[in-house]
């Protein structure tokens, strides 16, 4: 198998755990909290797209989804324009609001046919090609690409967990 399909499985396979995360979600779930400084489902899915949109809009050198395809206006949300969701604090959790999960999945699906798009053009020589000397050792964009993957699935787990939590507490 060729290593940007495998990287292509990867994400599609992320894509498959949204979706079943949000798939017939109660629409106050997206927003309930199990204690106040707990993250939302709405939130870790917000969050795990943006750094997919951010990471894979700065190795492909393009613009990322949220802006491009006015996913910013449409969310409305008072944060920072180029907010991913590092370091947001409970309060700023709390500012990631949808009204239905038919947001979150439109961003995630557009996000993830940019992300699919870039694979394509990718060849596995081109994953050796370093993104970020900002670390010892510099990262490459394969390894980018798998910290990506790394992140977006323990997020979209605890997503799916969270979910878990708050149906069965009804």
């Known amino acids: 198998m060729d290593t940007t399909a495998l990287l292509d499985d990867a ?4 894509n498959g755990e949204v979706h079943a995360a949000l798939d017939g979600i109660r629409n106050t779930y997206l927003t309930e909290r199990i204690d106040p400084g ?3 489902v709405a939130w870790l899915v917000w969050h795990l797209t943006r750094v997919q949109d951010d990471h894979v809009a700065d190795a492909a050198g393009s613009e990322q989804v949220w802006h491009a395809q006015g996913f910013e206006e449409r969310f409305g949300l008072p944060l920072d324009a180029d907010d ?5 604090s409970p309060e700023d959790v709390a500012a990631v609001r949808v009204d239905s999960p038919e947001p979150l999945i ?5 996000v993830h046919q940019r ?3 870039y694979l394509g ?3 596995s020589q081109s994953l050796g090609r370093i993104v970020d000397d900002a670390w010892d050792p510099p990262v490459s964009l394969g390894v980018r690409l798998v910290s990506v993957i790394g992140d977006t699935m323990q997020h979209v787990g605890q997503a799916a ?5 708050l149906e069965r507490r009804g």
């Open 38 to 40: 707990a993250n939302t």
């Open 106 to 110: 439109a961003y995630h699906d557009a």
């Open 84 to 88: 991913t969701g590092f370091g947001h």
């Open 115 to 117: 992300t699919r798009e």
């Open 161 to 165: 967990f969270l979910r878990g939590v």
């Open 121 to 123: 053009t990718l060849s």
């Open 11 to 14: 994400f599609t396979r992320v």
